[in-house]
């Protein structure tokens, strides 16, 4: 009993106030979805902030757009790291500077890293003088805030791949060498290998990395703001931007709740899909 | 001895690769911050006219920066402090005590992690408003002492983990009192997680947006904030600049520094035993 109280007491100034606060915001965003505890006015249980917010279609492409660029870059940076994670698997003459140079991305904060990029891509930057001047387009081409987003999701593998890659690798360097070589000595191909053996052995990795991903490009307001096509908002910069310049906070909570759950559900889905299609390449 | 070429070829295809992901987007950001203000750099030159650190000197004089430096770098030590502070405890039980909901307790943790950083700062927010809290510093700091408790707690479980319960029991035996147990057994293991630690979150912090954005609208600024603000409507491209090299460097040589602590964070080459 003295002991359970000891514990309890150890673990309240760190985990019992990240629990406290996290249960609190939860608590408040979902409350204030349904009308309770008002900023301003009655706090009434209601629907209304719901429907009115389920009626709007811009809450619907927020909600689209943000899935798909969860969606493309958890797959694109995992896709990615895979190979560079298996090329790194063994060391080699310089293998250390390619991988000190994939990570080096963790080091740039997000903002940092979409002013660098809009600043390369603009009307006159770099890639567009580059183009010209190599004869291959004629004019300078708008490649800044693009409508499909393809900035946004370049920037998220950008910053994402060092993550899948740091896990990827770790579960890479796990294998067994004597299995990889027994699966060689029966006589499977590279291909082979990688859908048979590699995949299978690693795939709790991949999963931890989609999961990982998706969260952290589905909440994303950054990349969105400074590069994401301007017709468009993500979750993130749709709740923004009905609390601060509507002062609409239960619509903000809507959406907030939303993509929380988009976070959950999605990240949770897109880990189940893979994994059964890493079953059916196995064959 | 085809595979082998063709894994050489690999390597500098993506070494290649990798350095214009990299190398470009700096060189152009520097050029940028040293654009002389009197001289415009514009198409179809290829270099800026003129170089100069004029602009710096003007950001220095002119805007909010110098605060926001002092805002950011007085947030950064005094988060870390009292999150490494706030999280041994919770460490210590992880690292070293066995206990029912153990497994758990080191899961719910990271939650901080997964939750979306718009969604904690605007109902933060939210909270703040309602308990009528309007003082933006110590609300921003205590945001972010929650945000990255997470994280200390990580790194001191394993520091505490590392502690040798034979050296804490030699140092009992020999009647050393709790505070010399502590000096003499646990301190030499967990200084290099306590500065891991110490050294994520001061990062951590400093590069934190969401949080000083929405709890510090609409004058509050940190470096972050300020580089935001000139990115969005009124985007100044030369100010950027500067702002975004004044967020990164510093952070980088944080980085290298916290690696070469990562890598001595090693019980064997602490104590001296393996």
């Known amino acids: 009993m003295r002991r359970t109280l000891f514990v309890l007491l150890l673990l309240a100034p760190g985990l019992g106030l990240v629990l406290a606060f996290v249960s609190l915001v939860l608590y408040v965003a979902v409350s204030q979805s349904f009308g309770l505890y008002n900023l301003g006015g009655d706090s009434v249980f209601s629907l209304a902030h719901w429907q009115a917010m389920l009626g709007e279609r811009r809450y619907w492409r927020a909600l689209q757009y943000s899935a798909y660029i969860a969606v493309t870059a958890s797959l694109l940076a995992v896709a990615l790291a895979y190979p560079v994670a298996l090329l790194l698997r063994k060391p080699f003459r310089g293998s250390l500077t390619l991988s000190a140079l994939i990570k080096a991305p963790l080091l740039v904060p997000g903002l940092v890293a979409a002013f660098l990029f809009v600043n390369v891509i603009s009307y006159h930057g770099i890639v567009n003088q580059l183009m010209l001047s190599l004869g291959l387009w004629d004019a300078p081409v708008r490649l800044q805030n693009d409508k499909n987003g393809y900035g946004v999701i370049l920037l998220q593998v950008w910053k994402q791949l060092p993550f899948a890659f740091l896990l990827l690798s770790a579960a890479v360097q796990a294998l067994p060498d004597a299995v990889l070589l027994a699966a060689?000595?029966?006589?499977?191909?590279?291909?082979d290998r990688f859908r048979k053996v590699v995949l299978p052995l690693t795939a709790g990795a991949m999963q931890a990395a989609l999961v990982l991903i998706f969260i952290g490009a589905a909440g994303d307001f950054s990349f969105q703001?400074?590069?994401g096509p301007p017709s468009v908002d993500s979750l993130a910069t749709l709740m923004t931007s009905?609390?601060?310049?509507?002062?609409?906070?239960?619509?903000?909570?809507?959406?907030?709740?939303?993509l929380m759950a988009l976070s959950l559900f999605g990240s949770a889905a897109l880990a189940i899909l893979v994994r059964g299609a890493t079953r059916l390449a196995r064959g | 001895m085809s595979a082998k070429i063709l894994q050489r070829l690999l390597v500098a295809v993506l070494v290649a690769v990798m350095l214009v992901w990299l190398i470009v987007p700096f060189?152009?950001?520097?050029?940028?911050?040293?654009?002389?203000?009197?001289?415009?750099?514009?198409?179809?030159?290829?270099?800026?006219?003129?170089l100069s650190f004029e602009r710096w000197w003007i950001m220095w004089q002119t805007t909010s920066l110098p605060t926001a430096i002092l805002n950011s770098y007085s947030l950064a030590p005094i988060a870390a402090l009292l999150t490494a502070l706030l999280a041994a405890p919770t460490a210590f039980a992880f690292g070293r005590l066995d206990f029912p909901g153990?497994?758990?307790a080191q899961i719910l943790i990271l939650v901080p992690l997964v939750m979306p950083g718009f969604v904690v700062a605007i109902f933060f927010a939210s909270i703040l408003l309602q308990m009528g809290f309007f003082a933006r510093y110590p609300a921003i700091l205590f945001g972010h002492v929650i945000l990255y408790l997470p994280y200390a707690v990580r790194i001191l479980s394993v520091s505490f983990g590392q502690v040798r319960t034979d050296v804490v029991n030699a140092a009992r035996d020999l009647g050393a009192s709790p505070w010399q147990v502590f000096r003499v057994a646990y301190l030499p293991v967990l200084r290099p997680g306590i500065f891991a630690a110490f050294l994520v979150v001061f990062i951590l912090s400093l590069e934190e947006f969401a949080l000083a954005f929405v709890v510090g609208s609409p004058d509050f600024t940190t470096i972050p904030t300020i580089l935001y603000s000139y990115l969005g409507y009124n985007f100044i491209r030369p100010n950027a600049a500067v702002v975004a090299l004044i967020l990164v460097v510093p952070n980088v040589l944080l980085m290298l520094g916290l690696e070469r602590l990562l890598q001595s964070a090693n019980p064997a080459s602490v104590s001296g035993k393996g």
């Open chain 1, 225 to 227: 703001a400074v590069a």
């Open chain 1, 184 to 191: 060689r000595d029966l006589g499977a191909g590279p291909l």
């Open chain 2, 27 to 50: 060189a152009m950001a520097i050029l940028w911050s040293m654009v002389d203000p009197s001289t415009a750099w514009t198409y179809p030159d290829l270099l800026p006219p003129k």
């Open chain 2, 102 to 104: 153990k497994g758990l």
């Open chain 1, 242 to 258: 009905v609390q601060s310049t509507q002062g609409d906070w239960n619509g903000a909570a809507v959406v907030a709740v939303t």
